[in-house]
């Protein structure tokens, strides 16, 4: 088990510093080596910008600054944001629990409707009840998120007056965010639960379970879920990077103070030491969660646990 | 057993999906702003409440005019008047005296006197990261106080505009700014002004109240709250809702929206002028002045001003602003034949290719307004292919390299002066797109930024206009109008140089 945490810790680093090669010549190839017009007002002086370029390192080849970067962050210094003037690290980190709130909130609100609803569509098979949550999740797949938060915005917030539309001043400011991001996952984890519950149901075990006489309930949530959850457990922790993604858009439509407005006004911005140490930053979160996943998923499924040994 | 076991899942499924709907039913009515107190959004967050590094004028330096004053105020017109400078007279061609108030305290109990304007200019001056933060164009030498209530500026060069770069220039309280560690300078700033500072959470609220003790008065508005919201869409909603009582930058297209029983559109010819550039070139057939005229006679700008912004776009005559145009010039008229005769007349009846450059989304309609002008050139026989591109590589790749350019749609900003307007066209400034270069402008314009006369340097400034309009570097289009939506209770009036101001403002009662 140790050697096992050890190897994939391993991998993991492999992927982080891939991770940081690839969004830092993906930003600074196509011609954009060089935002400084972007932060300097358009009268300065030849001088100055020369000067400006000089001392961001600007004026050095690609390869050069980013071997520069990664000297400097291996140390934990991730430079300076460009339209911030402040240590970069700090800027991402500070945002960073609200937008973990923010996505681990629509992660639950996913789970506590997916599981009964994909189970009872299960049970329910062929079923009206049926038909109308895989209709429900179909429609929920393709909302895209700017127009469900729009339209949540036009409904609760400016017709009912219901809810509150933007910042992060209360618990009742995460109820329209959380929908707007969790839908999508909400509807793809109940077919997930329904398909997985479906599957579980028809195999011998159950059968076997069913013929013993046990009730019905105890077949359900004690033997079938827990194999069903498998599949669950894997998407969830998939999830999470999708979850941390969608949150720039989210979080722009309703202002919520996170990491992913902030990527995203860094990205308009050209602000590479902010695009680079969030990326990063999310990049380890992501990289956790697998782990955490994998490691799970091992005690979950004896058949993997076995293989092993 | 069955039953029992659907019932409860059912049950569990309904309320799980009724919930987040519930708890939001006892939300209170409009806004929580009882009395006079408002809420006001914008679209970014600030960054900092350092007056010396501030870069964006929404809303940071918005902000700032309420916390801090300037020696002098300019007004909604453009003019100057007394704030802590009470006069001002010119000594020499180097030298501005300056009496100042004895009656003004800043928020922290610090006094006002000639000693806080220097440290001000000084500290702006030597504020590390501060890149725009002495005022424009002030080649600042050193302060002389002759006593606590006059002051002489001595400046390197002369500084005819030295009063009007200052209105934008904010006193600071000495000591506080002095002793104080610069990152809590960032987030607590002090000033005399009419609103004092009470507090900001980053990415969050920030909030000012009146100063009671204000030299001038207390203000109307007791309380400030300013929010960022990235979204124009939630922007709108967000009034909608009553929740707040001002935001800007409405686009154009949905003003609509804004104009309700509980809201209305305030709308104001701005200071930025939208043109296309017209890089001049060896050999290209831009070069000869009676093509660029056919271009400004080939489009109708005052349709396209009716047809895209409903009106809120008029051509303009002359680059510079009110109250300094030229009165003798007058907008270029739609004239497709003229056109026509001036190509032919330089040797184009068939016309020739050209690229038309556009940004998009950096101006109100800029890809519309650049495939509209073209359509335009196209009809008098100016093949133009518009090619539009992101802000950042149009700048970057494009403008400050000057490499790829025909024509392109831009637009130059708000200014202080009519001195700056000007300079815009010169070979001095570095965003001197077009490459143009007139001796007897540049002569001109070197004239008038020496003469401290204010008439004398406007009779040279008209005549820069008038050689401008001949030899048209730019196709003239028009200024761009700031759009704020209003909640009814407030009354306020927006203004050009988009500055925003509660200093007159008040709720009105009903």
């Known amino acids: 088990m140790l050697r096992y945490i050890l190897r994939r810790s391993v991998w993991s680093l492999f992927v982080l510093w891939g991770v940081t090669l690839l969004v830092f010549f993906a930003i600074h190839l196509p011609g954009g080596g060089d935002p400084s017009m972007l932060y300097l007002p358009l009268d300065v002086s030849r001088e100055q910008l020369e000067a400006f370029r000089r001392a961001m390192g600007f004026d050095q080849p690609v390869h050069v600054q980013y071997l520069r970067w990664l000297t400097r962050a291996a140390r934990g210094d991730f430079g300076t944001s460009l339209r911030y003037t402040r240590p970069v690290l700090p800027l991402v980190l500070a945002r960073m629990p609200a937008t973990l709130e923010l996505a681990l909130s629509a992660q639950l609100f996913a789970l506590a409707l997916a599981l009964p609803m994909g189970v009872l569509a299960a049970v329910r098979r062929n079923s009206f009840v049926d038909g109308l949550a895989m209709l429900g999740t179909l429609i929920g797949q393709s909302m895209p998120g700017f127009w469900l938060g729009m339209m949540l915005i036009l409904v609760f917030g400016v017709a009912l007056r219901a809810l509150p539309i933007s910042g992060r001043e209360g618990p009742r400011h995460l109820i329209l965010p959380t929908i707007t991001l969790g839908t999508f996952f909400l509807a793809r984890d109940t077919r997930l639960v329904r398909s997985s519950v479906l599957e579980v149901l028809g195999l011998g075990y159950v059968t076997t379970a069913r013929s013993k006489g046990l009730r019905e309930r105890t077949i359900i949530w004690r033997h079938a879920l827990k194999n069903a959850l498998i599949p669950l457990v894997t998407m969830v922790g998939m999830d999470l990077g999708a979850l941390l993604s969608g949150t720039v858009v989210t979080e722009t439509v309703f202002a919520w103070p996170g990491v992913g407005r902030l990527v995203y006004m860094a990205i308009q911005q050209r602000d590479f030491p902010l695009i680079q140490a969030a990326v990063f930053v999310i990049a380890v979160i992501f990289v956790i969660m697998n782990l955490i996943v994998d490691l799970s998923y091992r005690y979950l499924d004896p058949r993997i646990r076995l293989a092993e040994s | ?510």
């Open chain 2, 1 to 510: 057993m069955k039953r029992n076991l659907w019932t409860a899942l059912a049950a569990l499924v309904i309320i799980a999906a009724v919930l987040p709907g519930t708890a939001g039913c006892a939300m209170p009515g409009s806004s929580g702003s009882p009395a006079a107190e408002i809420v006001v959004l914008s679209g970014i967050d600030p960054n900092t409440l350092d007056p010396y590094l501030m870069t964006t004028l929404n809303p940071e330096e918005n902000i700032g005019f309420h916390i801090w004053d300037q020696l002098v105020w300019r007004t909604a017109d453009r003019e100057l008047v007394p704030m802590l400078a009470t006069s001002w007279a010119l000594i020499d061609d180097l030298t501005w005296e300056f009496t100042l108030r004895e009656d003004v305290d800043f928020t922290n109990g610090e006094h006002f006197t000639a000693e806080a304007v220097r440290f001000s200019l000084e500290r702006a001056r030597d504020l590390p990261g501060s890149v725009n933060s002495t005022p424009y164009g002030i080649s600042y030498a050193w302060s002389e106080i002759l006593d606590d209530y006059t002051i002489r500026i001595h400046t390197e060069r002369p500084a005819p505009n030295l009063t009007r770069e200052l209105s934008n220039f904010n006193i600071v309280p000495p000591r506080y700014y002095a002793d104080t560690p610069l990152e809590e300078l960032a987030e607590h700033p002090v000033g005399s002004g009419p609103y004092r500072f009470v507090s900001w959470e980053r990415d969050g609220p920030l909030v000012i109240e009146a100063n009671d003790d204000y030299w001038g008065g207390a203000p109307a508005i007791q309380k400030i709250t300013m929010r960022a919201v990235p979204e124009a869409s939630a922007r709108i909603a967000e009034l909608e809702t009553g929740a707040v009582d001002l935001i800007s930058n409405v686009p154009p297209d949905q003003t609509n929206l804004v104009q309700t029983d509980r809201s209305r559109v305030e709308a104001m010819e701005g200071l930025r002028r939208i043109f296309i550039y017209i890089h001049l070139e060896e050999g290209k057939p831009w070069a000869d002045v009676r093509v660029r005229q056919a271009m400004n006679y080939a489009v109708d700008v005052n349709t396209i001003g009716e047809t895209l912004f409903a009106g809120y776009a008029r051509r303009y005559a002359t680059f510079m602003n009110p109250p300094n145009d030229n009165p003798d010039l007058k907008p270029y008229p739609y004239d497709p034949e003229k056109a026509r005769a001036l190509l032919a007349e330089a040797g184009y009846p068939d016309g020739f290719d050209v690229i038309l450059n556009t940004p998009v989304g950096r101006y109100n309609k800029d890809k519309e307004a650049a495939e509209a002008v073209a359509a335009y050139l196209r009809e008098v026989g100016i093949r133009a292919e518009v090619i539009p591109v992101d802000w950042s590589t149009y700048l970057q790749e494009m403008l400050v390299p000057r490499q790829n350019l025909q024509l392109g749609l831009i637009g130059f900003g708000t200014t202080t002066s009519e001195l700056l307007e000007a300079q815009q066209l010169t070979k001095d400034y570095p965003l001197e797109i077009t490459d143009w270069y007139n001796e007897e402008y540049e002569a001109l314009y070197a004239q008038a930024a020496g003469t401290l006369d204010r008439e004398e340097r406007l009779a040279l400034l008209y005549r820069a206009q008038a050689i401008a309009y001949e030899e048209c570097p730019w196709i003239w289009l028009w200024r761009q109008y700031n759009f704020y939506g209003v909640s009814k209770r407030l009354q306020w009036t927006p203004r050009a140089d988009e500055r925003i101001d509660f200093r007159g403002a008040a709720i009105v009662v009903d």
